[in-house]
Nanobody
Framework: QVQLVESGGGLVQAGGSLRLSCAGSGRTFSRNAMGWFRQAPGKEREFVATTKWGGVSVYYADYADSVKGRFIISRDNTKNTVYLQMNSLKPEDTAVYYC????????????????WGQGTQVTVSS
C-alpha cells in the first residue's frame, strides 16, 4: 500500500520558519515528481513547489511565485522523503499543506499527481 505521510506543521508567528516532511512508503519515488500543495479555507488547492527528476541524480525545483525565495523543496531518496523548508512565513501562508507524488513531468497541476498525503496544518499568526 502506497502512503505519503506529512509532518512538521504547526503554529508559528509571522516571519518564522517551519520544515515540513513527507515520508513515502510502499514504493520508491526517486523518479517521480514530488510536490507540495496547499489549501486555505474557502479556497482551491494550489501548487506550492515541486522537485522532479532530470535524469541520473539531477533534480529540478519549481516554485509558485508566492513562495519563491522563501520556501525550499528538497528530497532524500535514501529515506523516500521530501521536505519543504518554509522561511519568512506570512499569515497568507496559512493552509493545510499536502504532499503528492506524480508523474515524472508533473509540475503545477494537481491532476498529474497520483498519490496524496492526508495533509498537515500550518497556521501563521500576525
Amino acid at each position: 500500500q502506497v502512503q505519503l505521510v506529512e509532518s512538521g506543521g504547526g503554529l508559528v508567528q509571522a516571519g518564522g520558519s517551519l520544515r515540513l516532511s513527507c515520508a513515502g512508503s510502499g514504493r520508491t519515488f526517486s523518479r517521480n515528481a514530488m510536490g507540495w500543495f496547499r489549501q486555505a479555507p474557502g479556497k482551491e488547492r494550489e501548487f506550492v513547489a515541486t522537485t522532479k527528476w532530470g535524469g541520473v541524480s539531477v533534480y529540478y525545483a519549481d516554485y509558485a511565485d508566492s513562495v519563491k525565495g522563501r520556501f525550499i523543496i528538497s528530497r532524500d531518496n535514501t529515506k523516500n522523503t521530501v521536505y519543504l523548508q518554509m522561511n519568512s512565513l506570512k499569515p497568507e501562508d496559512t493552509a493545510v499543506y499536502y504532499c503528492a507524488a506524480g508523474t515524472p513531468i508533473a509540475v503545477v497541476f494537481a491532476r498529474d499527481y497520483d498519490y496524496w498525503g492526508q495533509g498537515t496544518q500550518v497556521t501563521v499568526s500576525s
